[in-house]
């Protein structure tokens, strides 16, 4: 794995300093609304307190040591779904060979693939490209970037990935390079609905369902031609169907992942 152990400094407030000020140690900056997390492969008190002390919005709240298994709940193993093996880069064996292998680093950003919202994606993924020709794709809230890869794979010529973390945008970025699919393949930071006028023969969005009650709600949304819609309980779901099938929706599927996510694909004809 990249990383054994992860020193993580919570403060208040936005941070922008990165590896120019803090060194080759430092990992990235996750931030959430008005606060920051960073992330570090050594200790570096004594750099962040020189940072925070120029910030006068910015106070330091805690700091943790954590492994870097813990972090992302577990060490990423390789996995196969939508006809993918998706692989760990720095386990190059287990893709040694393969013509179907997509390398995933998931950095500190939580999304190795293993979530089985991510798993339908690429199951439902696949299933639209055998049967349609995608040529554009929009991805919403992409994390790592792994389903962006996979609709590069199925034959996308340019896929749009959008997260509004930059931490999340950097990891796909990365992911995106290591994959040499930066001719297809574009990561940018923003808010997802901000984007759901982009025309785009296929949508993805695994995404908070806050987010998704929008997103569906826009105008934009019906001249879809293929969505697929994950990260939702059933009652959520539900809600979601209702509201497209009034909308002029046409639902073909829905998966349910152990029995708890469901993920529904369809279309406007």
Known sequence: MPYEDLYIYYASGCISAGKSIFGDNFIGNWQEADCSFLFFSDPADDLVASVLAGSPEAVLKDRFIMSYEDWIGGAPQPFEAGGF??????????????????????????????????????DAMAMICRGASVRTTLDLGCGTGLLALAAARLGSRRTLAVDRNLLAVETAKSNIVKNRLEASVLAIQGCAEDFIGVGADLVVANIHYDVMKMLVAAPEFAFIRHFILSGLLRSQADRIEDNLRQAGAEIEYRFVGEGVWHTLTGGFG
């Open 85 to 122: 093996r998706v692989v760990p880069p720095w386990m190059p064996e287990a893709g040694a060979g393969r013509q179907d292998v997509v390398w995933l680093d998931p950095g500190v950003v939580f999304g190795s693939g293993t979530h089985p919202t991510t798993r339908d994606c690429l």
